[in-house]
């Protein structure tokens, strides 16, 4: 989009909006705490326009497609790096207006597409004219943001894809685990809660299933002021640690870890990835972004491109709403996900814990997906829980679990068929008004979501609840068939939409009861989407049964 800007009353400079689309107003529970001073340090990170991603589209189907003969024949972080680096044009352009502004101090990541500067307030507001920076508050955390749009030069604006640290604000700090919602959930009983031993007895994990492999690896990354506690983790596996062998400390934590209360979110992903990937070295990637102008999520994704080596399984809690996010940002951050992809790397997504969602529009109401989740490129997670309370018997929907249609991504290949076969054979679909049945669908997968016991602050904690617990599930899970793939000299599984979805299903336990929530109008009242055999936009395939989904998956 071109626009003319008013700077300083002068007209005009001749630039052009990056993000158009993206939401630039504060959100809830943050408030302005004045103005930048013009000398004040800022650091923005610098998306590079990328050379060759059709090419990197079509690789990916193929590395991922256990037909072709290319599956499994990843590239190294080198490799990808000379697809995609920036051509030299789009380099000397960016470069001659960093330099002509004045901005010197730059790094840049392996792959060379992403430049992050430091510059001062005043230097920033002139290169990215529209753009004025203010600090804002919440809790205890301060972040510097522009209260309004950026543009750049139009000499500029076709190589970048966007500029990070401008708009965007830290995702709102959510609180893991809906409150115990009380008896009435489950009769006039209570939950025993879910524990390593609940899970690794329904997805048929014996105390054989442990990782042995040399050079298997999986992480967990979080972008909230949350921090894991090593006791706490060494005391959760002395608790529920029993009849497996595991690890009691991370491997390594990249990033700083923060001093203050352990956070829930943080004690839980690094628990249950180490209670089903048991005995796997395990990462954490910890609150990278500490810089107040930093985007803690786009901060993990230029260190995954800047380190040759990581681990092979990802799995991460984080979404936004798909319509607050701008579709350049989107398509940018795809595109890192198809270069993950490409190098074998697994991953994988929370679908989230608002079930379909609801966007209340002026004269209507529509379901609200959320991205990552919704991305063509990572394999998302949803939540179940147990039909009976007391057993371990079958699954049903966990009412929260994230599911949907996304609006800015069309329908992959890989889901058409499934999909469209839910689409046909289920009678309870909501009406069509409140979603898009031409985006990709989600989630792919899920496990068990609900009542789980976390150890935090040495305290254990029952009911914790959300698919952020039912996601690194899945991760360690998927860890230890790679595991088995390694030990038979095969490739890592990487990303796995385009394998899972030609099992149809199989090494799954379908989930076929129960449905999720949406918006309570009238229309709807309260209900999204339900499960149903094969493939659902709750559940997705289901749920692991270990042995069968390694036996599906080891052979090539
Ligand atoms: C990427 O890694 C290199 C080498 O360790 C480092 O010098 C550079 O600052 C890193 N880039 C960013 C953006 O942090
Ligand atoms: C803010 O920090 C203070 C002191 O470090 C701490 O006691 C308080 O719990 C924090 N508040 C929040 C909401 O994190
Ligand atoms: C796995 O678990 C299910 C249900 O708990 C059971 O029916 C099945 O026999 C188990 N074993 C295999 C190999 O699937
Ligand atoms: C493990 O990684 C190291 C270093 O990257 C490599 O030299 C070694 O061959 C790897 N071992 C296996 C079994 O893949
Ligand atoms: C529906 O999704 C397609 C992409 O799959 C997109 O082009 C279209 O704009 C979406 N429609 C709405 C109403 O968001």
């Known amino acids: 989009m071109r626009v003319l800007v008013l700077l300083l009353g002068v007209w005009l400079v001749n630039g052009e909006y990056l993000e158009h689309d993206q939401v630039a107003s504060v959100p809830e529970g943050w408030h302005h705490a004045g103005q930048v001073a013009p000398q004040e340090e800022l650091e923005l990170t610098f998306a590079l326009k990328q050379q060759n991603v059709d090419r990197l589209k079509q690789l990916l189907q193929l590395v991922s497609d256990p037909d072709s003969h290319q599956y499994g024949k990843y590239l190294t972080l080198e490799e990808v790096a000379s697809l995609v680096r920036p051509s030299q044009l789009t380099e000397k352009a960016v470069w001659t207006w960093l330099r002509n502004h004045g901005v010197k101090n730059c790094r840049t990541v392996l792959t060379q597409d992403f430049l992050q500067c430091s510059m001062t307030a005043e230097v920033a507001e002139a290169l990215l004219p529209g753009a004025e920076f203010h600090h804002y508050k919440r809790d205890n955390q301060t972040v510097i943001r522009s209260s309004a749009q950026y543009s750049v030069h139009s000499d500029v604006s076709q190589h970048l894809d966007f500029v ?16 115990w919602t009380g008896p009435s959930r489950s009769g006039n009983s209570v939950h025993l809660g879910v524990t390593p031993a609940t899970l690794r007895a329904r997805y048929n994990l014996t105390a054989a299933d442990v990782g042995s492999a040399a050079n298997n690896s999986q992480a967990v990354a979080q972008f909230l002021e949350q921090f894991y506690h090593p006791a706490d983790l060494a005391e959760f596996m002395s608790l529920f640690g029993g009849g497996f062998k595991h690890y009691t400390k991370v491997d390594r934590v990249v990033g700083k870890q923060g001093g203050g209360k352990a956070g829930l979110e943080a004690s839980l992903d690094v628990e249950y990835i180490m209670s089903s990937g048991a005995n796997i070295p395990t990462w954490v990637f910890t609150n990278p972004g500490r810089h107040e102008t930093q985007e803690p999520f786009l901060q993990w994704m230029l260190l995954l491109s800047n380190m040759s080596a990581i681990p092979w399984v990802h799995t991460i809690s984080y979404g936004d709403d798909e319509d607050s996010l701008s579709t350049a940002y989107m ?6 996900f198809i270069k993950a992809g490409l190098r074998g790397i697994s991953m994988l997504f929370a679908s989230g814990d608002s079930g379909a969602g609801c966007r209340h529009l002026s004269k209507e109401n529509v379901f609200r997906p959320s991205f990552p989740a919704s991305s063509p490129y990572v394999t998302t997670v949803g939540g179940t829980s147990f039909k009976n309370p007391f057993k371990i018997t079958y699954e049903v929907t966990d009412y929260i679990s994230g599911g949907g249609f996304s609006n800015v991504f069309e329908m992959p290949d890989y889901q058409v068929s499934a999909v469209s076969n839910y689409l046909k054979d289920e009678k309870l679909l909501p009406p069509v008004s409140y979603y898009n049945t031409s985006g990709r669908a989600y ?27 039912s996601t690194p599930v899945v991760g ?20 796995l939409n385009p394998r899972l979805y030609k099992l149809k299903g199989t090494g799954l336990f379908d989930v076929t009861e129960g449905c999720h929530l949406s918006c309570l109008d009238d229309q709807v009242e309260g209900r999204g989407f339900c499960a149903a055999a094969s493939w ?6 289901g749920t692991p049964n270990y042995p069968a989904l390694l036996a ?4 090539n």
């Open 443 to 469: 989630p792919d997968m899920a496990a068990l979501s609900d009542n789980y016991w976390v150890v935090t602050n040495l305290v254990p904690i029952p009911w914790v609840s959300g698919t952020s617990a």
């Open 536 to 541: 659902d936009p709750v559940t997705g395939w």
């Open 164 to 179: 990070g640290g401008v708009l965007r604000f830290p995702q709102r700090r959510k609180e893991v685990g809906k409150a």
């Open 476 to 495: 360690g899970i998927l860890s230890l068939i790679n595991d088995q793939r390694f030990l038979k000299g095969l490739p890592s599984l990487g990303f």
């Open 331 to 336: 398509n940018r951050i795809n595109n890192e």
């Open 552 to 555: 599906a998956l080891v052979e």
